[in-house]
């Protein structure tokens, strides 16, 4: 009895000081993580900060997991708590760590450089994906760790994995519309039919385009108003872009003159009118140079049109303001119709 007793007690103070000792070197593996912490601040690549942050924190809390179980095995447990000394235990620990290791490891190199990437890109498209690609790395991971956790501690996990993928495949058809926008914005950042800030035209709708994102693109039309079209759309559409593969546009003005006019008089002013407006106005440009052509001959008018080039597309309202307005104006000077539609009305008594 006093041989037991003492061995007892000894064997106790001994996981007393396996704890201690323990203690102190996680506190002084935590001070020099800290150290190199600062240090790795201090140096230009981002590699040392990503190893630091995914060992730094778990190298600890492993020193205190070893203590724990050392204090275990040395201290005289009770009967009924001699299960804990199992090696699947610390097996399941060592799972759980390298998860932690593995899931931060990845989620630091993809924000890191992930990040630094999609920063020299207009579109924030990556910036989601980025985003996404964080998130589901991490799921994958702890996942994996979750299905060896139950197969080191001998849980069947069959009826479980039937049961997800059941749920996956349930998942997979509710997401279907989702998966369908979500790679048709994969494949517009890829393929860049526009970029923000361009001025596209989808169905009857123009605007400039202010956000292309995972699921959807969002543009403001010219009444200012915000349009959302789900990527799956845009993939399915003709898409018009203004601002390809230049800013500068076509501007067509429509002018009608009375019949009798002067057709070279007309020619001539129509094309004063355009390169006086491109010297005066500096949206409006001379190359390529204003061109004027006598379409058809209208039911109350002959008809021309006046092209000039804007080398704003976003300016085609204001052009066609300046040219109506001096045409208007020199038309008044010379005597040229403008006539308006009309009809004859006849009579029988």
């Given at each position: 009895?006093?041989?037991?007793?003492?061995?007892?007690?000894?064997?106790?103070?001994?996981?007393?000081?396996?704890?201690?000792?323990?203690?102190?070197?996680?506190?002084?593996?935590?001070?020099?993580?800290?150290?190199?912490?600062?240090?790795?601040?201090?140096?230009?690549?981002?590699?040392?900060?990503?190893?630091?942050?995914?060992?730094?924190?778990?190298?600890?809390?492993?020193?205190?997991?070893?203590?724990?179980?050392?204090s275990l095995q040395v201290a005289d447990l009770p009967a009924q708590f001699q299960f804990i000394l199992d090696s699947k235990y610390v097996n399941v620990i060592w799972?759980?760590?390298?998860?932690?290791?593995?899931?931060?490891?990845?989620?630091?190199?993809?924000?890191?450089?992930?990040?630094?990437?999609?920063?020299?890109?207009?579109?924030?498209?990556?910036?989601?994906?980025?985003?996404?690609?964080?998130?589901?790395?991490?799921?994958?991971?702890?996942?994996?760790?979750?299905?060896?956790?139950?197969?080191?501690?001998?849980?069947?996990?069959?009826?479980?994995?039937?049961?997800?993928?059941?749920?996956?495949?349930?998942?997979?058809?509710?997401?279907?519309?989702?998966?369908?926008?979500?790679?048709?914005?994969?494949?517009?950042?890829?393929?860049k039919p526009f970029k923000i800030n361009d001025r596209i035209m989808i169905d009857q709708y123009v605007g400039d385009v202010i956000c292309v994102g995972a699921r959807s693109t969002r543009i403001k039309?010219?009444?200012?108003?915000?349009?959302?079209?789900?990527?799956?759309?845009?993939?399915?559409?003709?898409?018009?872009?203004?601002?390809?593969?230049?800013?500068?546009?076509?501007?067509?003005?429509?002018?009608?003159?009375?019949?009798?006019?002067?057709?070279?008089?007309?020619?001539?002013?129509?094309?004063?009118?355009?390169?006086?407006?491109?010297?005066?106005?500096?949206?409006?440009?001379?190359?390529?140079?204003?061109?004027?052509?006598?379409?058809?001959?209208?039911?109350?008018?002959?008809?021309?049109?006046?092209?000039?080039?804007?080398?704003?597309?976003?300016?085609?309202?204001?052009?066609?303001?300046?040219?109506?307005?001096?045409?208007?104006?020199?038309?008044?000077?010379?005597?040229?119709?403008?006539?308006?539609?009309?009809?004859?009305?006849?009579?029988?008594?």
């Amino acid at each position: 009895m006093a041989t037991g007793t003492i061995f007892g007690m000894n064997g106790n103070l001994l996981a007393v000081i396996v704890s201690i000792t323990g203690l102190v070197i996680a506190l002084a593996m935590y001070g020099i993580v800290g150290w190199f912490r600062k240090k790795a601040e201090q140096t230009e690549s981002q590699l040392d900060d990503i190893l630091l942050a995914a060992f730094g924190t778990p190298a600890v809390v492993a020193v205190l997991v070893i203590t724990f179980f050392l204090s275990l095995q040395v201290a005289d447990l009770p009967a009924q708590f001699q299960f804990i000394l199992d090696s699947k235990y610390v097996n399941v620990i060592w799972i759980l760590l390298g998860a932690w290791i593995i899931s931060t490891f990845i989620y630091t190199m993809i924000e890191t450089y992930g990040h630094r990437i999609a920063a020299g890109t207009k579109t924030d498209l990556d910036d989601r994906m980025i985003a996404l690609a964080q998130v589901a790395s991490k799921y994958v991971i702890w996942f994996a760790a979750f299905l060896l956790v139950l197969y080191v501690l001998e849980i069947d996990i069959t009826p479980f994995l039937a049961g997800a993928g059941i749920a996956g495949i349930a998942l997979a058809l509710a997401a279907q519309d989702f998966l369908s926008n979500f790679f048709g914005g994969a494949i517009i950042a890829v393929d860049k039919p526009f970029k923000i800030n361009d001025r596209i035209m989808i169905d009857q709708y123009v605007g400039d385009v202010i956000c292309v994102g995972a699921r959807s693109t969002r543009i403001k039309t010219l009444d200012n108003q915000i349009v959302t079209f789900p990527n799956k759309k845009i993939m399915d559409s003709y898409v018009i872009n203004y601002a390809q593969p230049d800013m500068r546009m076509k501007v067509r003005v429509n002018v009608g003159v009375a019949y009798g006019s002067d057709i070279d008089k007309v020619r001539e002013i129509l094309m004063e009118i355009a390169k006086d407006a491109s010297r005066h106005y500096p949206f409006i440009t001379e190359d390529p140079d204003p061109s004027v052509y006598f379409l058809e001959f209208g039911a109350s008018s002959l008809n021309f049109q006046l092209v000039v080039w804007t080398n704003d597309f976003s300016m085609t309202w204001e052009t066609k303001d300046v040219i109506n307005t001096r045409i208007a104006k020199r038309f008044a000077e010379e005597g040229i119709e403008i006539p308006f539609p009309q009809m004859d009305v006849h009579m029988r008594t």
